[in-house]
């Protein structure tokens, strides 16, 4: 199974800080990895996809990045409204799995 | 608009068995592969188990191979996930997602776009 290492598991950051979530993949996936990002009750939500690919209605602060197995979310200036935990997916062969995730939090 | 909605979870007693469901509306169903994922309290997401478009490939996580199995009805736009052998650690929401389609107009669409509510699902006794 293709393991997903998300760093860091967790990040205390302020708004209209920039900030980078990494996912590394055990091995090589392409460019087959989606971002989502979670709120407390709801479910997840696709940010990114293709590993780089804005979803539409994202705003443009969001960005992804990587090819292979090292693949990064950016958010260039933080909202309050994205502090939320944050997953990356790889769908390149089954089981897709899922990085452990990254709580990013008020500081 | 694209919707998905599970039902089917509840408390249920460790052994026994549930079946889950996820109605679907917006799209063509019948040309997308669908996934379940699942949500343990506090935790991660998991993902279970996929079904491919006309439900002649499934794979399922080795956490629930044998005991778990995903199925669909194309005539009624519904996916399924028939649990059997529940566990305790078990309990969790679970997520019906959309999976990925092909088409020669759009070609490849990825995979996780569109997510169901959630169903929680108690093992206890």
């Known amino acids: 199974d293709i393991q997903l290492t998300q760093s860091p598991s967790s990040l205390s950051a302020s708004v209209g800080d920039r900030v980078t979530i990494t996912c590394r993949a055990s091995?090589?996936?392409?460019?087959?990895l989606g971002w989502f990002q979670q709120k407390p009750g709801k479910a997840p939500k696709r940010l990114i996809y293709?590993?780089?690919t804005l979803q539409s209605g994202v705003p443009s602060r969001f960005s992804g990045s990587g090819f292979g197995t090292d693949f990064t979310l950016t958010i260039s200036s933080l909202q309050p409204e994205d502090f939320a935990t944050y997953y990356c997916?790889?769908?390149?062969?089954?089981?897709?799995?899922f990085g452990q995730g990254t709580r990013l939090e008020i500081k | 608009q694209v919707q998905l909605v599970e039902s089917g979870g509840g408390v249920v007693q460790p052994g026994r068995s549930l079946r889950l469901s996820c109605v679907t509306s917006?799209?063509?169903?019948?040309?997308?592969?669908m996934h379940w994922v699942r949500q343990a309290p506090g935790k991660g997401l998991e993902w279970v188990a996929f079904?491919?478009?006309?439900?002649?490939?499934?794979y399922h996580a080795d956490s629930v191979k044998g005991r778990f199995t995903i199925s669909r009805d194309n005539s009624k736009s519904t996916l399924n996930l028939q649990m059997n052998s529940l566990r305790p650690d078990e309990t969790a929401v679970y997520f019906c997602?959309?999976?990925?389609?092909?088409?020669?107009?759009?070609?490849?669409?990825?995979?996780?776009?569109?997510w169901g509510q959630g169903t929680l699902v108690t093992v206890s006794s």
């Open positions: 917006g799209f063509s169903f019948s040309s997308y592969g």
């Open positions: 091995q090589g996936i392409r460019n087959d």
């Open positions: 997916l790889q769908h390149n062969v089954y089981p897709n799995t």
């Open positions: 293709a590993a780089s």
């Open positions: 997602a959309r999976g990925w389609t092909y088409s020669i107009l759009s070609g490849y669409s990825y995979p996780f776009d569109h």
């Open positions: 079904i491919s478009h006309d439900g002649g490939k499934k």
